[in-house]
């Protein structure tokens, strides 16, 4: 395979074929240790499409090696208080084991970026896992940087509470 025969397109929810294919590539990110190494669960299958579709703030980018899909990134609105404009969190970055290391999650981010761009957004955010260096080498290559205001009070931390 070669870059040349990947194609990058926004997710159409109504589409099936780019339904099954978002499904089928996010539960293989879930399956990965970087995605915490368990699939999704039968009701995120089931459901996933059709809420992301109810949510305007959401879009997604498949990226299709021919008709095989290989890579996807979800990212959703937000709202930057401090600049008063939307800002972008990449929610997912994912390329299929067989497919990483070709450029194919760089060509996904700079449509992210395009669209985030359209919105009008200040910024794009990302969490990454810290062991996870290669993806950590490429948001670092393309100028994702960690984020901080005032460097004595240090680098900002993502943290989470489950609600459930």
């Given at each position: 395979?070669?870059i ?6 926004r ?6 074929v780019h ?8 539960d293989?990110?879930a ?5 915490g190494g368990?699939?999704l669960s039968d009701f995120?299958?089931a459901h996933?499409v059709?809420a ?7 879009y997604s980018i ?5 008709e095989?899909?290989v890579?996807?990134?979800?990212c959703?609105?937000g709202f930057?208080t401090?600049a008063?404009r939307?800002?972008v969190?990449?929610?997912?970055v994912t390329?299929?084991?067989s497919h990483?290391?070709?450029g ?5 981010l700079a449509?992210?970026?395009?669209i985030a761009?359209?919105r ?11 062991g ?6 490429l ?13 004595t ?7 989470q509470?489950?609600?459930?």
């Open positions: 395979m070669t040349d025969t990947v194609n990058t397109v997710v159409d929810c109504a589409n099936p339904a099954a294919a978002l499904v089928m590539l996010l293989a990110y399956r990965d240790p970087a995605g368990e699939g995120a299958k996933l059709a992301m579709a109810a949510r305007p703030q959401m498949l990226a299709f090696d021919g095989q899909p890579g996807l990134v979800n959703i609105e930057s401090f008063c939307p800002l969190n990449v929610h997912d390329v299929l084991a990483r290391g070709r194919i999650a760089e060509r996904m449509e992210a970026e395009a761009r359209e009008g957004a200040v910024k794009l955010t990302l969490e990454v896992l810290s996870n260096h290669g993806a950590v080498r948001y670092e290559r393309i100028g994702f940087a960690g984020y901080q205001l005032d460097p009070m240090g680098k900002a931390m993502f943290l509470k489950w609600l459930s």
